[in-house]
C-alpha cells in the first residue's frame, strides 16, 4: 500500500515561505498527487494537484502565483513551495494520491483520493 508522509510546516510570518514535502514509500508514477487543505471551522479544501506521468499542474484560484507544486522522480516525492504566505493560508496541510494517468490533474474532492498523509500544520501570524 501507498503511504504519503508530509512535513515542514511550521509557523511563518506574513509574506513569508513555506516548503512542504510529500514523500512516498512506493512510486507515484502513474497517479494524481493533491495538497488539501483544512482550516478550523472550514471545510478541506483542494490547494493544488500534478500529475506524475504527465506533469501537469492545476491550482485553486486563492494560491494562483504564489504556490508551486512539483515533483522529484527520483526521491518519490511531492513538494509545496508556498511563497507570499497570507494569515488565511493558515491551515492543517495534506497529500493525497490516486491512480490516475490523465495528463492534467484538478484540486478537487471529487476524485477518489485512495492515499492521504498525516498532514503538517502550517501558521501565518505577525
Known amino acids: 500500500q501507498l503511504r504519503l508522509v508530509e512535513s515542514g510546516g511550521g509557523t511563518v510570518q506574513p509574506g513569508g515561505s513555506l516548503t512542504l514535502s510529500c514523500a512516498a514509500s512506493?512510486?507515484?508514477?502513474?497517479?494524481?498527487v493533491g495538497w488539501f487543505r483544512q482550516a478550523p471551522g472550514k471545510e478541506r479544501e483542494g490547494v493544488a494537484a500534478?500529475?506524475?506521468?504527465?506533469?501537469?499542474?492545476s491550482y485553486t484560484d486563492s494560491v494562483k502565483g504564489r504556490f508551486t507544486i512539483s515533483q522529484d522522480k527520483t526521491k518519490n516525492a511531492v513538494y509545496l513551495q508556498m511563497d507570499s504566505l497570507k494569515p488565511e493560508d493558515t491551515a492543517m496541510y495534506y497529500c493525497?494520491?490516486?491512480?490516475?494517468?490523465?495528463?492534467?490533474?484538478?484540486?478537487?474532492?471529487?476524485?477518489?483520493?485512495?492515499?492521504w498523509g498525516q498532514g503538517t500544520q502550517v501558521t501565518v501570524s505577525s
Open positions: 500534478i500529475s506524475t506521468p504527465g506533469g501537469g499542474t
Open positions: 493525497a494520491a490516486v491512480w490516475r494517468t490523465a495528463q492534467y490533474c484538478l484540486p478537487t474532492l471529487s476524485y477518489n483520493w485512495a492515499f
Open positions: 512506493g512510486g507515484i508514477s502513474r497517479n494524481c
